[in-house]
T-cell receptor, first 117, second 107 residues
Framework: KAGVTQTPRYLIKTRGQQVTLSCSPI?????VSWYQQTPGQGLQFLFE???????NKGNFPGRFSGRQFSNSRSEMNVSTLELGDSALYLC????????????????FGPGTRLTVL | KNEVEQSPQNLTAQEGEFITINCSYS?????LHWLQQHPGGGIVSLFM???GKKKHGRLIATINIQEKHSSLHITASHPRDSAVYIC?????????FGTGTSLTVIP
């Protein structure tokens, strides 16, 4: 079974631009969660999608948004990029057989490394 | 305020040593996760537990819900265990992460 894939793997943008990152979960997984990892703040939870609905959200500004498609693939968008958005963005999928992805084992993708200049 | 605290931050061990990494948390949780991150970024979930103890090969994870504490043990450590180990907890709708323990195992 193929693992979680993320595209692109590396991205360079300039301040003020917007960016869209993509995540394809493991086949059969219905929950996709997104995380930001920086040297200063470590790993932080962005949001979780299940059945095309955002179910949980971390403490990030509205510039960070996402969506999930009917095939469970998910995209994350960051608008009006700031230097501080430079980070490794990870997505993870889970079966979510229970009440949410947060309660199930997470399978992580390789991440997208975003650099904002 | 950090919901999840890990110790130690850095750990160097000789091959074959028994290793313990500790995690304390301050929120009510639904589950606790231990994650492993190798250089380059890839993260692997090692354990998810809400009570008791789990074992996979040389790795053992325990949790004490009353004391809000978990430990990850590595028996007979090996250089390939060198990685960052991250403790994470899930509440009703949030995911909180520790800052990680960087482990280096020297041959």
């Amino acid at each position: 079974k193929a693992g979680v894939t993320q595209t692109p793997r590396y991205l360079i943008k300039t301040r003020g631009q917007q960016v869209t990152l993509s995540c394809s979960p493991i086949s059969g997984h219905r929950s996709v969660s997104w995380y930001q990892q920086t040297p200063g703040q470590g790993l932080q939870f962005l949001f979780e999608y299940f059945s095309e609905t955002q179910r949980n959200k971390g403490n990030f500004p509205g510039r960070f948004s996402g969506r999930q498609f009917s095939n469970s693939r998910s995209e994350m968008n960051v608008s009006t990029l700031e230097l501080g958005d430079s980070a490794l963005y990870l997505c993870a999928s889970s079966l979510a057989l229970g009440s949410g992805g947060a309660y199930n084992e997470q399978f992580f993708g390789p991440g997208t490394r975003l650099t904002v200049l | 305020k950090n919901e999840v605290e890990q110790s130690p931050q850095n750990l160097t061990a000789q091959e074959g040593e028994f290793i313990t990494i500790n995690c304390s948390y301050s929120v009510g949780i639904s589950a606790l996760h231990w994650l492993q991150q190798h250089p380059g970024g890839g993260i692997v979930s090692l354990f998810m537990l809400s009570s008791g103890k789990k074992k996979h090969g040389r790795l053992i994870a325990t949790i004490n819900i009353q004391e809000k504490h978990s430990s990850l043990h590595i028996t007979a450590s090996h250089p390939r265990d060198s990685a960052v180990y991250i403790c994470a907890v899930t509440t009703g709708n949030q995911f909180y992460f520790g800052t990680g323990t960087s482990l280096t195992v020297i041959p």
